[in-house]
């Protein structure tokens, strides 16, 4: 893409104190960059060469342990026959570093499996403790103990193989689909996705059909809420059902959606900074315009603003190339050892939402 861009087109926009409008600087970055990104293509799922997102699995402990052993098992014959004509030291004093290393290697595999086996029989508890049965009184009942509520969530999925189950592309969508009803039923009206490949961008039909089907399980077929799908990298959106019996999203809805992926992260501030650095060198653009508050206005227009929590559904803290500058104020929550979508997951990080306390510039 190419960055000059002719200065008549800030004509008539010149303030006497720098020679330009915030206005129609704000204005020109965020074509230029929209121009750009709608030129980047999204991150193939079928390309081995992408950058590598960890898979979770709960065969992950069992195979490592097993690894493990047998590694040690191997280098300690190869060690064996490298020492026997080193005397009577050399084995010796491998057999007792070797048993020490896996008697450590045991004792933490135990505290491991007593650990993974302790929070999925929680997990399990929990799913069962708080079951909504597809009840938005039930959900907003919960919900309405906590002293406050996020206004903007945001969730971090992960892309499932079709052999996993609730894997695929219908599983990912299914599950976007449980968490609007989730966010509708506790009053959220903000509610963003993260998935790294950008799967669900090049599904968006699949996406309005399930979320169609869950919101009339939940509310029932005369009670259907609006809802808005936008995808900021693309600048495009997608209102009401599948079918498009909502009208073409003039009215406001009842809870918006954006979908984001990497693209969006890194890629997106790096596609800023080419732009403003090109349309500072070409007198387009005053450096004095160029601040905090300008990158924070061009970068919520290009993304959305930052949300209030991010609940990650997956056993660690990976954000995954999350948008970093939307991470700067957000809550992130997750479970160990939690590989699912889960209302109790869900709950769980808006209570702890709740008791949270955020304190700006100190």
Same mark, same amino acid.
């Given at each position: 893409? @190419?960055?000059?861009?002719?200065?008549?087109? !800030?004509?008539?926009? %010149?303030?006497?104190?720098?020679?330009?409008?915030?206005?129609?600087?704000?204005?020109?970055?965020?074509? !230029?960059?929209?121009? =750009?990104?709608?030129?980047?293509?999204?991150?193939?799922?079928?390309?081995?060469?992408?950058?590598?997102?960890?898979?979770? +699995?709960?065969?992950?402990?069992?195979?490592?342990?097993?690894?493990?052993?047998?590694?040690?098992?191997?280098?300690?014959?190869?060690?064996?026959?490298?020492?026997?004509?080193?005397?009577?030291? #050399?084995?010796? +004093?491998?057999?007792?570093?070797?048993?020490?290393?896996?008697?450590?290697?045991?004792?933490?595999?135990?505290?491991?499996?007593?650990?993974?086996?302790?929070?999925?029989?929680?997990?399990?508890?929990?799913?069962?403790?708080?079951?909504?049965?597809?009840?938005? @009184?039930?959900?907003?009942?919960?919900?309405?103990?906590?002293?406050?509520?996020?206004?903007?969530?945001?969730?971090? !999925?992960?892309?499932?193989?079709?052999?996993?189950?609730?894997?695929?592309?219908?599983?990912?969508?299914?599950?976007?689909?449980?968490?609007?009803?989730?966010?509708?039923?506790?009053?959220?009206?903000?509610?963003?996705?993260?998935?790294?490949?950008?799967?669900?961008?090049?599904?968006?039909?699949?996406?309005?059909?399930?979320?169609?089907?869950?919101?009339?399980?939940?509310?029932?077929?005369?009670?259907?809420?609006?809802?808005?799908?936008?995808?900021?990298?693309?600048?495009?959106?997608?209102?009401?059902?599948?079918?498009?019996?909502?009208?073409?999203?003039?009215?406001?809805?009842?809870?918006?959606?954006?979908?984001? @992926?990497?693209?969006?992260?890194?890629?997106?501030?790096?596609?800023?900074?080419?732009?403003?650095? %090109?349309?500072?060198?070409?007198?387009?653009?005053?450096?004095?315009?160029?601040?905090?508050?300008?990158?924070?206005?061009?970068?919520?227009?290009?993304?959305?603003?930052?949300?209030?929590?991010?609940?990650?559904?997956?056993?660690?803290?990976?954000?995954?190339?999350?948008?970093?500058?939307?991470?700067?104020?957000?809550?992130?929550?997750?479970?160990?050892?939690?590989?699912?979508?889960?209302?109790?997951?869900?709950?769980?990080?808006? %209570?702890?939402? =709740?008791?949270?306390?955020?304190?700006? #510039?100190?």
């Amino acid at each position: 893409m @190419s960055l000059e861009m002719k200065t008549t087109e !800030l004509e008539g926009s %010149q303030s006497p104190e720098n020679g330009f409008s915030t206005e129609a600087s704000q204005e020109l970055v965020y074509n !230029l960059v929209q121009q =750009s990104q709608q030129d980047v293509s999204e991150v193939p799922t079928d390309v081995d060469h992408r950058s590598p997102v960890p898979a979770y +699995s709960s065969d992950t402990f069992f195979t490592t342990l097993y690894n493990l052993l047998r590694n040690l098992t191997s280098s300690g014959s190869q060690t064996k026959g490298e020492g026997e004509g080193s005397g009577a030291s #050399g084995p010796i +004093s491998y057999y007792i570093y070797h048993s020490i290393l896996v008697f450590l290697y045991l004792l933490m595999s135990v505290y491991r499996f007593y650990e993974y086996t302790y929070n999925r029989l929680k997990l399990r508890f929990l799913n069962l403790a708080y079951n909504p049965s597809r009840t938005p @009184s039930l959900i907003n009942s919960d919900v309405n103990k906590l002293p406050k509520i996020p206004y903007r969530l945001s969730a971090i !999925l992960n892309f499932k193989s079709e052999q996993e189950e609730n894997g695929g592309v219908e599983g990912l969508c299914n599950d976007a689909a449980e968490l609007t009803a989730w966010c509708l039923s506790s009053g959220i009206p903000n509610f963003s996705i993260y998935e790294y490949h950008g799967v669900l961008k090049k599904h968006v039909p699949e996406l309005r059909r399930s979320i169609h089907r869950k919101l009339v399980a939940y509310f029932g077929t005369s009670n259907v809420p609006t809802y808005l799908i936008k995808i900021p990298h693309l600048n495009m959106s997608y209102a009401g059902s599948y079918d498009g019996e909502y009208g073409d999203g003039e009215d406001k809805p009842d809870i918006e959606i954006s979908l984001l @992926s990497v693209v969006d992260g890194r890629p997106t501030i790096v596609e800023l900074t080419k732009v403003i650095s %090109q349309l500072s060198k070409n007198h387009e653009l005053s450096y004095k315009d160029i601040n905090m508050k300008f990158i924070d206005q061009e970068l919520q227009q290009l993304v959305g603003p930052e949300p209030d929590l991010i609940v990650l559904f997956q056993p660690y803290l990976n954000l995954q190339g999350y948008p970093p500058w939307h991470t700067r104020l957000s809550e992130m929550y997750w479970e160990p050892d939690n590989d699912g979508v889960s209302y109790a997951v869900f709950l769980r990080a808006l %209570q702890k939402y =709740s008791t949270c306390k955020v304190n700006i #510039g100190r």
